[in-house]
């Protein structure tokens, strides 16, 4: 699986906007991006993820750039519920279980 | 609702003795999964199941056993826990190999 790069930590305000970047300068045609997160003493929960195309659930905006060499989370209204570590992980379906979790981005937000 | 369960949530043991760390889903998954997070690092995978099929990592220490008695549970064992095991050990599932996969709240296991 292609190795990822995030910024160790940002921060955002309440009600704001949180766009947290991923880069994946290697990843492969049939690697698709995924995102998780972790908060404080809980188990990871999954996001969101995409090969391509932009995609959009109720908890997240993904944005894939056309060389797919990197993406950016958008949670479009944060609350200090969001306050987690933030996992992109690259990896391919089908054949493939395993989730190769990097450092992460811990997200805090603040009032 | 459907969900994944770890038992106990913290679990003590001492140093050498066998322990067990259990996990049951309802969500009727194929896989199951152990990862292992240590302090301030990212869940590393153990092994998984698919179905009945065992499927260990590379460099998943000997120490380290699993069972799959069913499709709902799973079971950690550590035959003889060190204090570099200490870590909490989190259960995951998913309905097929490569789909999303959903975590348990895991169990933190200290050892003294």
């Known amino acids: 699986d292609a190795k990822t790069t995030q910024p160790t930590s940002m921060d955002c305000a309440e009600g704001r906007a949180a766009n947290l970047p991923c880069n994946h300068s290697?990843?492969?045609?049939?690697?698709?991006v995924y995102w998780y997160r972790q908060i404080h003493s809980q188990g990871p929960q999954y996001i969101i993820h995409?090969?391509?195309n932009n995609e959009t659930n109720e908890m997240a905006s993904l944005i894939i750039t056309e060389d797919r060499k990197s993406s950016t989370l958008i949670l479009p209204h944060a609350t200090l519920r969001d306050t987690a570590v933030y996992y992109c992980?690259?990896?391919?379906?089908?054949?493939?279980?395993?989730?190769?979790f990097g450092t992460g981005t811990r997200l805090q937000v603040t009032l | 609702d459907a969900m994944v369960i770890q038992n106990p949530r913290y679990q003590v043991t001492q140093f050498g003795k066998p322990v067990t760390l259990s996990c049951s889903q309802t969500?009727?998954?194929?896989?199951m999964y152990w990862y292992q997070q240590k302090s301030s690092q990212a869940p590393k995978l153990l092994f998984h199941?698919?179905?009945?099929?065992?499927?260990n990592e590379a460099d998943t220490p000997d120490n380290f056993q699993s069972r799959r008695p069913n499709t709902s549970f799973c079971f950690l064992d550590i035959r003889s826990p060190g204090l570099g095991d200490a870590a909490m050990y989190l259960c995951?599932?998913?309905?097929?190999?490569?789909?999303?996969?959903?975590f348990g709240p895991g169990t933190r296991l200290t050892v003294l």
């Open positions: 995951a599932t998913s309905r097929d190999r490569g789909t999303e996969q959903f």
């Open positions: 290697t990843i492969s045609g049939n690697e698709y």
């Open positions: 995409g090969l391509k």
């Open positions: 992980i690259v990896r391919e379906t089908g054949t493939a279980s395993k989730l190769t």
């Open positions: 969500l009727n998954h194929n896989v």
């Open positions: 199941y698919y179905d009945k099929d065992f499927n």
